[in-house]
């Protein structure tokens, strides 16, 4: 079953519940979907690579959110930004730890022959594509950084 069909399973499901926190996430994602579907070049159907981005992004965005509402005393909407972002989880890989994280940056270090803050873009770039999902860029970054340096 593809993302969207599974949305669309859970949006019903979300309806016939009247549980109003996970229709919001789930229509705001329906939406991102059909909107990348429908661009130019896009073809009609999305992979599951591109899906995956789609949720990382609207969790990311959920999450930049959430810092902004709390930063202004906004707790009601930052709190309605949080039952989204867990919804959004429900659909994401499980995030790697920080020590699961920092092992498997040290294969990608090794196995690319890094050894110093010059070879971090050469780092990043296998990192990303290995654990995209898993992490996301910013906290990859920070791993790379902290075992090069």
């Given amino acids: 079953m593809s993302l969207k069909e599974q949305i669309n399973a859970d949006i019903k499901k ?26 130019k070049g896009a073809g009609g159907s999305l992979s599951p690579d591109a899906e995956m981005k789609i949720l990382q ?11 902004l509402y709390r930063e202004q005393n906004r707790d009601d909407l930052a709190d309605a930004e949080q039952a989204e ?17 920092e092992a498997k940056v040290k294969e990608i270090i090794e196995k690319t022959g890094a050894s110093s803050m010059r070879d971090m873009g050469k780092v990043m770039g296998v990192a990303t594509k290995e654990l995209a999902g898993k992490a996301d860029g910013k906290t990859i970054s920070q791993a790379v950084k902290k075992l090069l340096s």
């Fill in 14 to 39: 979300a309806m016939l519940e009247k549980n109003k926190d996970d229709l919001r996430a789930l229509r705001a994602i329906k939406s991102m979907i059909l909107l990348a579907e429908t661009e």
């Fill in 57 to 67: 992004k609207a969790a990311k965005q959920r999450m930049d959110s959430i810092a």
């Fill in 85 to 101: 972002l867990e919804v959004i989880k429900r659909y994401l890989p499980e995030q790697l730890s920080e020590e699961e994280l």
